[in-house]
């Protein structure tokens, strides 16, 4: 088999086969296939698509790239949750102590930020000290002891998902629906995961911005989860305008410990406390999802949610008196408000613009190099559809440039549009 034959293959519209996919992901991830022709081949998938059993095939490929976990020496069930990236979304912070003081352990692998899209991780650094390059070993026994580990992705899993992901995203390749659905499937599938809840956003701020995209790649990673013999359940969520009001490291740590302390802006806690509920059902934790809810708001109430948090920050050696007293967090040198220059409906907040903000302030990266700088971030102030005064407050900056924060301030004005006419709030869930 050659690899230049499989390239060929697939930008002449024909059908990969499992052998032909199998050794191209392999060679791929021994440095057999050089970057120049995976890049050729994921843009000939770009173009041209994949079968749902090439799709499949692509997936189980680059989860046998590497090792497979085996979790069930320590769980039942394994539960993963993946959203598929975007502005605001700080629910992993909040979902996983939550669903693990509700007793179903959850061990997740998470990511850095991409493009305007925020990461996990890079949230996660935010607490002084906290590890996020756990071993599996290190993995495997703190599932055991405590229920709760929020890591990196380890090297050993799916690497080739890794290589492949850090090409695409260079060679204008990320937006492919065989792609993205392979690439989050094949880290779950490696990870353990028996059962995935996946929240695809859609709109303004999602890699899939209409509704039929995000379907589609929804049903992509179902049919995969089904191939592979994997429950998977998803959430059709917006991402239109950012989740929650802040947007930038520390500033989305401090709203994800208000959901923990049972407050929080209303669409972030709804969307935390529909997600937990919906892995203690495919956890098997609870029958049905009321019950569930009922169980998620108990620990939020007496304090487990956010005990579980504290306990998690401790064994990966952070420090936890940052989540005790969030105001001890780094806090930008310039926090200026900006107020609204119109009266009117709020008709859009534009979250890809806002997230480009948050990244030109420091809080994301341009090359993969930059350091993050934590303190720096967004509070957007109102939802779509709220009616707003002229000399509102509209959105806070918090900034450590001057020079970048008037560029920021300009961003996020533009972000923003008005309406004469009242204007319909932006459903939180598609589905
Ligand atoms: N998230 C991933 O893990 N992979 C993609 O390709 C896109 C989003």
């Known amino acids: 088999m050659r690899s230049i034959d499989i390239i060929i293959k697939k930008r002449d519209k024909q059908e990969l086969s499992a052998e032909e996919i199998d050794f191209f992901i392999q060679g791929y991830t021994r440095g057999e296939i050089t970057d120049y022709q995976a890049s050729a081949w994921a843009m000939a998938v770009l173009l041209n698509g994949m079968t749902a059993r090439e799709t499949t095939d692509l997936t189980l490929s680059m989860a046998r790239s590497g090792q497979i976990l085996d979790l069930s020496d320590i769980v039942d069930i394994v539960v993963d949750k993946h959203s598929t990236g975007g502005v605001g979304d700080k629910t992993t912070l909040a979902i996983l102590p939550t669903v693990a003081a509700c007793g179903l352990p959850c061990g997740k692998m998470s990511g850095r930020g991409l493009g305007f899209s925020g990461g996990t991780l890079d949230?996660?650094?935010?607490?002084?000290?906290?590890?996020?390059?756990?071993?599996?070993?290190?993995?495997?026994?703190?599932?055991?002891?405590?229920?709760?580990?929020?890591?990196?992705?380890?090297?050993?899993?799916?690497?080739a998902d890794g290589k492949l992901y850090s090409l695409r995203d260079v060679t204008g390749t990320v937006q492919s629906i065989p792609l993205i659905a392979s690439s989050i499937m094949s880290k779950k599938i490696a990870g353990g995961a028996n059962a995935i809840l996946l929240d695809v956003k859609t709109g303004l701020g999602a890699f899939m911005q209409t509704l039929a995209e995000a379907r589609e790649l929804a049903d992509t990673m179902v049919a995969i989860g089904q191939l592979a013999g994997r429950k998977v359940h998803i959430m059709l969520s917006d991402m239109s305008q950012p989740l929650g009001f802040a947007v930038g490291n520390v500033l989305e740590v401090k709203e994800a410990l208000d959901v923990l302390h049972g407050g929080g802006p209303t669409d972030f806690r709804i969307h935390c406390i529909a997600a937990c509920a919906d892995m203690l059902v495919l956890g098997g934790r609870t029958p049905d999802l009321p019950s569930a809810r009922e169980m998620v708001h108990k620990v939020i109430e007496d304090g487990s949610a956010f005990n579980k948090f504290i306990e998690l920050v401790k064994a990966q050696g952070g420090d936890a008196s940052y989540i005790e007293q969030p105001e001890k967090m780094a806090q930008a040198r310039y926090v200026e408000i900006t107020n609204s220059?119109?009266?009117?409906?709020?008709?859009?907040?534009?979250?890809?613009?806002?997230?480009?903000?948050?990244?030109?302030?420091?809080g994301g990266r341009i090359k993969k190099s930059d350091p993050i700088d934590h303190a720096v971030g967004i509070e957007v102030l109102h939802k779509v559809g709220e009616k707003i005064q002229i000399g509102e407050p509209l959105f806070v900056v918090h900034a450590n440039d001057p020079q970048k924060l008037r560029q920021a301030r300009e961003t996020i004005l533009a972000a923003h549009s008005f309406s004469e006419n009242p204007v319909e709030p932006l459903p939180l869930f598609y589905q």
């Open 341 to 362: 220059p119109h009266t009117g409906y709020l008709s859009q907040v534009h979250a890809r613009l806002i997230g480009e903000a948050s990244v030109d302030l420091g």
């Open 123 to 159: 949230k996660l650094e935010s607490i002084p000290g906290y590890r996020v390059n756990l071993s599996t070993e290190e993995f495997r026994k703190q599932l055991k002891e405590i229920g709760i580990v929020l890591t990196g992705q380890s090297l050993d899993l799916a690497p």
